[in-house]
């Protein structure tokens, strides 16, 4: 993929549109995209009808492919998101 991003928010919006879009094929009902509460946002929310639960998506990218995405996610973001994703509820 060529870098055509003029700001990371741009970058950003591009890589949430393909997580939104590979989930939609999946089966996935899309329900929000950038809920915000307190400091803390969850990127996109999903309903997954096969097992009739809520699905919080936490969009990430990297330059290195080989990379762990996971571990960039710091524990007081997860916090954040945890906190979020219960007042979504």
């Not at 329900?31 to 699905?55: S, Y």
């Not at 990297?62 to 509820?89: D, G, N, P, Y």
């Amino acid at each position: 993929m060529e870098n055509n991003f003029t700001s990371t928010r741009e970058l950003g919006s591009y890589f949430e549109q393909r997580a939104q879009t590979y989930l939609e094929d999946n089966g996935y009902q899309f329900i929000a995209k950038n809920f915000r509460w307190k400091g803390g946002e969850i990127a996109l929310i999903f309903k997954d009808p096969a097992r009739g639960t809520i699905v919080f998506v936490e969009v990430r990218s990297s330059k290195e492919a080989s990379s762990f995405l996971r571990s960039s996610i710091s524990f007081k973001k997860r916090k954040r998101m945890i906190q979020t994703a219960h007042m979504f509820l």
